[in-house]
């Protein structure tokens, strides 16, 4: 997970991974629908507009779903509302 600014510069990282599998793979994606479209083999972009529905996911992940990578992506949610054309991107294999 990072925060890439409109020229592709990185401008943070996140420490930890996201173990995809065990955590959101079965997500319903109904309730879920930005968790839902994070994928292991793909990459996954957030743009600002989209950050405050990312968030209220978050806060309505069950806690066995959750762990540090939650925090981690609240505080990349922030560092992109901070700033402008910034994007929180999830890379997968």
Not at 85 to 93: K, Q, S
């Amino acid at each position: 997970m990072r925060v890439c600014g409109g020229s592709g510069d990185v401008v943070a990282r996140a420490g930890c991974g996201l173990d995809w599998f065990s955590l959101l793979a079965t997500v319903d994606r109904s309730v879920f629908p930005m968790l839902g479209a994070l994928d292991p083999y793909r990459d996954v972009v957030f743009n600002q507009r989209q950050i405050p529905s990312l968030l209220a996911e978050l806060e309505q992940l069950p806690v066995e779903r959750g762990g540090q990578w939650v925090q981690e992506v609240r505080d990349l949610c922030q560092v992109v509302a901070q700033g402008t054309r910034r994007y929180l991107e999830f890379i997968g294999d």
